[in-house]
Protein backbone atom coordinates (compact mmCIF):
# COMPACT_ATOMS: atom_id res chain seq x y z
CA UNK A 1 0.00 0.00 0.00
CA UNK A 2 1.39 3.29 -0.91
CA UNK A 3 1.64 5.76 1.75
CA UNK A 4 0.96 9.26 1.06
CA UNK A 5 2.81 12.05 1.63
CA UNK A 6 1.71 15.48 1.70
CA UNK A 7 3.91 18.18 -0.19
CA UNK A 8 2.53 21.25 0.45
CA UNK A 9 4.68 22.80 -2.81
CA UNK A 10 3.85 20.30 -5.17
CA UNK A 11 0.06 20.89 -4.38
CA UNK A 12 0.69 24.40 -4.97
CA UNK A 13 2.37 24.18 -7.69
CA UNK A 14 -0.28 22.04 -9.43
CA UNK A 15 -2.67 24.40 -9.19
CA UNK A 16 -1.09 26.98 -10.01
CA UNK A 17 -0.15 25.20 -12.93
CA UNK A 18 -2.33 26.44 -15.53
CA UNK A 19 -2.38 30.03 -14.12
CA UNK A 20 -0.56 32.69 -16.69
CA UNK A 21 1.15 34.77 -13.20
CA UNK A 22 1.00 37.83 -15.79
CA UNK A 23 -2.76 37.57 -16.12
CA UNK A 24 -3.54 36.94 -12.82
CA UNK A 25 -1.17 39.51 -11.28
CA UNK A 26 -3.15 42.44 -12.84
CA UNK A 27 -7.21 41.00 -11.67
CA UNK A 28 -5.21 40.51 -8.19
CA UNK A 29 -4.56 44.21 -8.30
CA UNK A 30 -7.97 45.42 -10.25
CA UNK A 31 -9.86 42.61 -7.36
CA UNK A 32 -8.06 44.44 -4.30
CA UNK A 33 -8.85 47.72 -5.54
CA UNK A 34 -12.33 46.51 -6.62
CA UNK A 35 -12.88 45.27 -2.92
CA UNK A 36 -11.36 48.51 -1.25
CA UNK A 37 -14.47 50.39 -3.34
CA UNK A 38 -16.72 48.03 -2.07
CA UNK A 39 -16.13 48.41 1.24
CA UNK A 40 -17.02 51.85 0.93
CA UNK A 41 -20.00 51.51 -1.17
CA UNK A 42 -21.99 48.46 0.26
CA UNK A 43 -19.77 46.69 3.38
CA UNK A 44 -22.73 44.59 3.88
CA UNK A 45 -22.23 42.57 0.86
CA UNK A 46 -18.34 41.88 1.00
CA UNK A 47 -18.84 38.80 2.63
CA UNK A 48 -20.89 37.31 -0.23
CA UNK A 49 -18.74 39.12 -2.69
CA UNK A 50 -16.00 36.53 -1.19
CA UNK A 51 -17.89 33.74 -2.12
CA UNK A 52 -19.39 34.90 -5.23
CA UNK A 53 -15.36 35.45 -6.01
CA UNK A 54 -14.26 31.78 -4.52
CA UNK A 55 -16.93 30.00 -6.87
CA UNK A 56 -15.32 32.66 -10.12
CA UNK A 57 -11.83 31.55 -9.47
CA UNK A 58 -12.98 28.19 -9.30
CA UNK A 59 -14.36 27.95 -12.36
CA UNK A 60 -11.30 30.12 -14.12
CA UNK A 61 -9.52 27.31 -12.88
CA UNK A 62 -11.23 24.63 -14.55
CA UNK A 63 -11.50 26.62 -17.43
CA UNK A 64 -7.95 27.39 -17.65
CA UNK A 65 -7.20 23.02 -17.49
CA UNK A 66 -9.42 22.26 -20.71
CA UNK A 67 -7.61 22.34 -23.78
CA UNK A 68 -8.98 24.18 -27.11
CA UNK A 69 -9.06 21.06 -28.54
CA UNK A 70 -11.49 19.79 -26.05
CA UNK A 71 -13.55 23.46 -26.03
CA UNK A 72 -13.83 23.00 -30.03
CA UNK A 73 -15.56 19.58 -28.88
CA UNK A 74 -17.94 21.27 -26.71
CA UNK A 75 -19.06 24.89 -28.78
CA UNK A 76 -21.51 22.95 -30.79
CA UNK A 77 -23.59 21.03 -27.54
CA UNK A 78 -22.73 24.15 -25.35
CA UNK A 79 -24.53 26.84 -28.51
CA UNK A 80 -28.04 24.26 -29.24
CA UNK A 81 -28.29 23.39 -25.95
CA UNK A 82 -28.08 27.83 -24.84
CA UNK A 83 -30.36 28.35 -27.62
CA UNK A 84 -32.87 25.51 -26.12
CA UNK A 85 -32.61 26.95 -23.09
CA UNK A 86 -33.83 30.41 -24.45
CA UNK A 87 -36.51 28.89 -26.17
CA UNK A 88 -37.75 27.19 -22.57
CA UNK A 89 -37.38 30.54 -21.18
CA UNK A 90 -39.36 32.16 -23.91
CA UNK A 91 -42.16 29.86 -23.52
CA UNK A 92 -41.62 28.60 -19.47
CA UNK A 93 -39.69 31.66 -17.87
CA UNK A 94 -40.52 33.39 -14.57
CA UNK A 95 -41.35 36.97 -14.82
CA UNK A 96 -39.69 39.09 -12.58
CA UNK A 97 -40.32 42.83 -12.82
CA UNK A 98 -42.11 42.72 -16.39
CA UNK A 99 -38.87 40.25 -17.95
CA UNK A 100 -38.75 37.08 -18.58
CA UNK A 101 -35.18 35.84 -18.14
CA UNK A 102 -34.94 32.94 -15.30
CA UNK A 103 -35.76 29.60 -16.02
CA UNK A 104 -37.01 27.98 -12.79
CA UNK A 105 -35.33 23.93 -12.55
CA UNK A 106 -36.90 23.07 -9.72
CA UNK A 107 -33.98 23.18 -7.62
CA UNK A 108 -32.89 26.13 -8.84
CA UNK A 109 -33.01 28.88 -11.17
CA UNK A 110 -30.66 29.56 -14.27
CA UNK A 111 -30.83 33.04 -16.36
CA UNK A 112 -29.28 30.89 -19.89
CA UNK A 113 -28.07 34.26 -21.68
CA UNK A 114 -25.20 34.73 -19.21
CA UNK A 115 -24.27 30.86 -20.97
CA UNK A 116 -24.54 32.48 -24.39
CA UNK A 117 -21.59 35.31 -23.58
CA UNK A 118 -19.11 32.76 -24.16
CA UNK A 119 -21.44 30.34 -26.02
CA UNK A 120 -21.64 32.17 -28.71
CA UNK A 121 -17.84 33.19 -29.69
CA UNK A 122 -16.87 29.92 -28.89
CA UNK A 123 -19.49 28.30 -31.81
CA UNK A 124 -18.58 31.13 -34.06
CA UNK A 125 -14.57 30.37 -33.31
CA UNK A 126 -15.42 26.94 -34.28
CA UNK A 127 -17.70 27.61 -37.49
CA UNK A 128 -14.57 29.67 -38.93
CA UNK A 129 -11.90 27.30 -37.60
CA UNK A 130 -14.13 24.63 -39.70
CA UNK A 131 -14.65 26.65 -42.87
CA UNK A 132 -10.77 28.58 -42.75
CA UNK A 133 -9.75 26.97 -46.14
CA UNK A 134 -12.57 28.91 -48.04
CA UNK A 135 -14.54 31.29 -46.87
CA UNK A 136 -17.82 32.41 -49.07
CA UNK A 137 -20.95 34.73 -48.94
CA UNK A 138 -22.91 31.73 -47.73
CA UNK A 139 -20.60 30.85 -45.03
CA UNK A 140 -21.05 34.28 -43.44
CA UNK A 141 -24.47 34.56 -43.64
CA UNK A 142 -24.59 31.19 -41.59
CA UNK A 143 -22.61 33.00 -38.90
CA UNK A 144 -24.66 36.23 -38.89
CA UNK A 145 -27.53 33.52 -38.06
CA UNK A 146 -25.77 31.93 -35.79
CA UNK A 147 -25.20 35.35 -33.84
CA UNK A 148 -28.51 36.75 -34.86
CA UNK A 149 -30.52 33.61 -32.98
CA UNK A 150 -29.49 34.17 -30.15
CA UNK A 151 -29.27 37.98 -29.51
CA UNK A 152 -32.75 38.24 -31.31
CA UNK A 153 -34.09 35.45 -28.27
CA UNK A 154 -32.27 37.40 -25.35
CA UNK A 155 -33.65 41.04 -26.16
CA UNK A 156 -37.35 39.58 -26.47
CA UNK A 157 -36.91 38.75 -22.73
CA UNK A 158 -36.85 41.74 -22.68
CA UNK A 159 -32.80 42.38 -21.64
CA UNK A 160 -30.85 44.60 -23.79
CA UNK A 161 -27.70 44.98 -21.46
CA UNK A 162 -27.28 41.52 -22.07
CA UNK A 163 -28.36 41.06 -25.68
CA UNK A 164 -26.06 44.06 -26.53
CA UNK A 165 -22.65 42.05 -25.07
CA UNK A 166 -23.67 39.18 -27.07
CA UNK A 167 -23.76 40.46 -29.97
CA UNK A 168 -20.29 42.29 -29.48
CA UNK A 169 -18.86 38.83 -28.78
CA UNK A 170 -20.28 37.41 -31.83
CA UNK A 171 -19.55 40.14 -33.72
CA UNK A 172 -15.53 40.58 -32.79
CA UNK A 173 -15.16 37.07 -33.98
CA UNK A 174 -16.87 38.14 -37.40
CA UNK A 175 -14.59 40.92 -36.98
CA UNK A 176 -11.39 39.31 -36.50
CA UNK A 177 -12.06 36.68 -39.12
CA UNK A 178 -12.07 39.13 -41.23
CA UNK A 179 -15.29 40.63 -42.07
CA UNK A 180 -15.10 42.93 -44.96
CA UNK A 181 -14.58 46.87 -44.09
CA UNK A 182 -17.70 47.64 -47.17
CA UNK A 183 -19.72 45.08 -45.84
CA UNK A 184 -19.31 46.56 -42.29
CA UNK A 185 -19.99 49.95 -43.85
CA UNK A 186 -23.33 48.39 -45.00
CA UNK A 187 -24.12 47.10 -42.00
CA UNK A 188 -23.61 50.52 -40.50
CA UNK A 189 -25.39 52.91 -42.54
CA UNK A 190 -28.22 50.59 -43.12
CA UNK A 191 -28.79 50.08 -39.42
CA UNK A 192 -29.21 54.20 -39.05
CA UNK A 193 -31.56 53.59 -41.67
CA UNK A 194 -33.39 51.44 -39.91
CA UNK A 195 -33.62 53.44 -36.71
CA UNK A 196 -36.87 54.72 -37.12
CA UNK A 197 -38.60 51.20 -37.36
CA UNK A 198 -36.33 49.67 -34.30
CA UNK A 199 -37.62 52.52 -32.53
CA UNK A 200 -41.30 51.16 -32.72
CA UNK A 201 -39.90 47.51 -31.70
CA UNK A 202 -38.49 49.43 -28.51
CA UNK A 203 -40.11 48.76 -25.26
CA UNK A 204 -41.50 51.63 -23.57
CA UNK A 205 -38.95 51.55 -20.93
CA UNK A 206 -36.15 51.61 -23.33
CA UNK A 207 -37.43 54.26 -25.07
CA UNK A 208 -37.67 56.67 -22.11
CA UNK A 209 -33.96 55.69 -21.17
CA UNK A 210 -33.09 56.81 -24.78
CA UNK A 211 -34.84 60.23 -24.12
CA UNK A 212 -33.97 60.59 -20.58
CA UNK A 213 -30.49 60.15 -21.85
CA UNK A 214 -31.41 63.27 -24.14
CA UNK A 215 -32.44 65.69 -21.58
CA UNK A 216 -32.34 63.80 -18.17
CA UNK A 217 -33.24 67.43 -16.76
CA UNK A 218 -37.11 66.41 -18.24
CA UNK A 219 -37.82 64.33 -15.18
CA UNK A 220 -35.44 64.92 -12.81
CA UNK A 221 -36.43 63.67 -9.41
CA UNK A 222 -38.16 60.44 -12.00
CA UNK A 223 -36.44 58.89 -14.81
CA UNK A 224 -33.66 61.22 -14.87
CA UNK A 225 -33.07 60.63 -11.31
CA UNK A 226 -30.11 58.15 -11.92
CA UNK A 227 -28.13 59.85 -14.48
CA UNK A 228 -28.13 63.49 -12.76
CA UNK A 229 -27.27 61.70 -9.55
CA UNK A 230 -23.98 59.43 -11.01
CA UNK A 231 -23.01 62.12 -13.09
CA UNK A 232 -23.06 65.05 -10.07
CA UNK A 233 -20.52 62.30 -8.41
CA UNK A 234 -18.41 61.34 -11.34
CA UNK A 235 -17.70 65.41 -11.79
CA UNK A 236 -17.51 66.13 -8.03
CA UNK A 237 -14.94 63.90 -7.30
CA UNK A 238 -12.33 66.25 -9.46
CA UNK A 239 -8.62 65.10 -9.69
CA UNK A 240 -7.61 63.41 -6.31
CA UNK A 241 -11.38 62.95 -5.05
CA UNK A 242 -12.87 63.11 -1.96
CA UNK A 243 -11.15 60.34 -0.29
CA UNK A 244 -12.05 56.93 0.25
CA UNK A 245 -15.64 56.48 2.31
CA UNK A 246 -16.02 59.73 1.98
CA UNK A 247 -18.00 60.37 -0.64
CA UNK A 248 -21.26 62.51 -0.11
CA UNK A 249 -23.17 61.11 -3.33
CA UNK A 250 -22.34 58.13 -1.93
CA UNK A 251 -23.05 57.75 1.28
CA UNK A 252 -26.39 59.70 1.55
CA UNK A 253 -28.11 57.55 -0.96
CA UNK A 254 -28.54 59.94 -3.89
CA UNK A 255 -26.30 57.00 -5.99
CA UNK A 256 -28.63 54.00 -6.93
CA UNK A 257 -27.42 50.43 -7.16
CA UNK A 258 -24.32 51.60 -5.98
CA UNK A 259 -22.83 48.51 -5.59
CA UNK A 260 -23.49 46.84 -8.74
CA UNK A 261 -24.27 48.82 -11.84
CA UNK A 262 -22.89 52.66 -10.98
CA UNK A 263 -19.95 51.40 -9.06
CA UNK A 264 -18.01 53.51 -11.35
CA UNK A 265 -20.17 56.95 -9.94
CA UNK A 266 -18.54 55.75 -6.13
CA UNK A 267 -14.87 54.99 -7.07
CA UNK A 268 -15.07 58.42 -9.27
CA UNK A 269 -16.62 60.35 -6.69
CA UNK A 270 -14.26 58.90 -3.53
CA UNK A 271 -11.27 58.49 -6.05
CA UNK A 272 -10.90 61.52 -8.59
CA UNK A 273 -9.57 61.46 -12.22
CA UNK A 274 -6.84 59.94 -10.60
CA UNK A 275 -8.27 56.77 -9.30
CA UNK A 276 -10.24 56.58 -12.35
CA UNK A 277 -7.01 56.47 -14.18
CA UNK A 278 -5.71 53.85 -12.02
CA UNK A 279 -8.45 51.88 -13.35
CA UNK A 280 -7.95 52.38 -16.52
CA UNK A 281 -4.48 51.56 -16.71
CA UNK A 282 -5.59 48.15 -15.18
CA UNK A 283 -8.07 47.44 -17.61
CA UNK A 284 -5.36 48.07 -20.39
CA UNK A 285 -2.71 45.88 -19.03
CA UNK A 286 -5.68 43.13 -18.87
CA UNK A 287 -6.74 44.13 -22.49
CA UNK A 288 -3.35 44.12 -24.04
CA UNK A 289 -2.81 41.00 -21.94
CA UNK A 290 -5.47 39.69 -23.64
CA UNK A 291 -4.64 40.21 -27.26
CA UNK A 292 -0.97 39.44 -26.75
CA UNK A 293 -2.33 35.81 -25.88
CA UNK A 294 -4.62 36.13 -28.88
CA UNK A 295 -1.71 37.33 -31.21
CA UNK A 296 0.60 33.49 -30.06
CA UNK A 297 -2.56 31.50 -30.17
CA UNK A 298 -1.65 28.43 -32.85
CA UNK A 299 -5.03 28.07 -34.39
CA UNK A 300 -7.87 30.41 -35.94
CA UNK A 301 -9.97 28.96 -33.61
CA UNK A 302 -7.95 30.27 -30.57
CA UNK A 303 -6.84 33.50 -31.87
CA UNK A 304 -10.58 34.20 -32.69
CA UNK A 305 -12.06 32.97 -29.30
CA UNK A 306 -9.44 35.00 -27.49
CA UNK A 307 -9.62 38.01 -29.07
CA UNK A 308 -13.24 38.04 -28.43
CA UNK A 309 -13.54 37.61 -24.62
CA UNK A 310 -10.79 39.80 -24.23
CA UNK A 311 -12.27 42.45 -26.43
CA UNK A 312 -15.78 41.44 -24.46
CA UNK A 313 -13.63 43.01 -21.48
CA UNK A 314 -13.37 46.69 -23.03
CA UNK A 315 -17.07 46.48 -23.97
CA UNK A 316 -17.97 45.65 -20.62
CA UNK A 317 -16.26 48.83 -19.32
CA UNK A 318 -16.82 50.81 -22.29
CA UNK A 319 -20.35 50.30 -21.42
CA UNK A 320 -20.42 50.66 -17.85
CA UNK A 321 -18.72 53.78 -17.92
CA UNK A 322 -20.96 55.44 -20.66
CA UNK A 323 -23.64 54.70 -18.90
CA UNK A 324 -22.79 55.97 -15.11
CA UNK A 325 -21.35 59.26 -17.01
CA UNK A 326 -24.60 60.17 -19.08
CA UNK A 327 -23.47 59.51 -22.76
CA UNK A 328 -24.89 55.82 -23.45
CA UNK A 329 -28.28 54.98 -22.05
CA UNK A 330 -28.51 52.68 -19.09
CA UNK A 331 -28.54 49.39 -20.12
CA UNK A 332 -27.80 47.51 -16.95
CA UNK A 333 -24.09 46.21 -17.36
CA UNK A 334 -21.65 45.93 -14.49
CA UNK A 335 -18.34 47.20 -14.55
CA UNK A 336 -16.07 43.96 -14.95
CA UNK A 337 -14.57 42.75 -12.21
CA UNK A 338 -15.49 45.31 -9.63
CA UNK A 339 -19.24 45.66 -9.33
CA UNK A 340 -21.20 43.13 -6.45
CA UNK A 341 -22.61 40.22 -8.39
CA UNK A 342 -21.97 36.36 -8.70
CA UNK A 343 -22.97 35.69 -12.43
CA UNK A 344 -21.53 38.48 -14.03
CA UNK A 345 -18.16 37.20 -11.99
CA UNK A 346 -18.51 33.98 -12.48
CA UNK A 347 -18.90 34.55 -16.91
CA UNK A 348 -15.59 36.80 -17.01
CA UNK A 349 -13.58 34.58 -15.16
CA UNK A 350 -14.77 31.88 -17.18
CA UNK A 351 -13.51 33.86 -19.85
CA UNK A 352 -10.03 34.40 -18.08
CA UNK A 353 -9.73 30.74 -17.47
CA UNK A 354 -10.13 30.27 -21.35
CA UNK A 355 -7.75 33.01 -22.26
CA UNK A 356 -5.05 31.35 -19.51
CA UNK A 357 -5.93 27.58 -21.02
CA UNK A 358 -5.39 29.06 -24.67
CA UNK A 359 -1.79 30.91 -23.35
CA UNK A 360 -0.53 27.28 -21.64
CA UNK A 361 -1.67 24.93 -24.29
CA UNK A 362 0.04 27.36 -27.02
CA UNK A 363 2.96 25.03 -28.05
CA UNK A 364 1.20 22.07 -27.45
CA UNK A 365 -1.94 22.75 -30.53
CA UNK A 366 -1.30 21.57 -33.94
CA UNK A 367 -1.95 23.14 -36.75
Do not use: C
Not at 58 to 69: E, F, Y
Amino acid sequence: MTEFVFQPREWVRRLAAPIDPVLMGMLVLLLGYAFLVLVSASPERLNNQFINLSVALVVMRVAAQVPPQRLMHLALPLYVGGVLLLVAVALFGDITKGARRWLNLGFMRIQPSELMKIAVPLMLAWYFQKHEAMLRARDWAVAALILLVPVGLIARQPDLGTAILVFAAGFFVLFLAGLSWKVMSVLFFGGLASLPFAWTLLHDYQRQRILTLIDPEADPLGKGFHIIQSTIAVGSGGILGKGWGNGTQTHLDFIPERHTDFIFAVLSEEFGLLGNTFLLVLYALIIGRGLMIAANAPTLFSRLLAGSITLIFFTYALVNMGMVSGILPVVGVPLPFVSYGGTALVTLFAGVGILMSIHKHRMLVQK
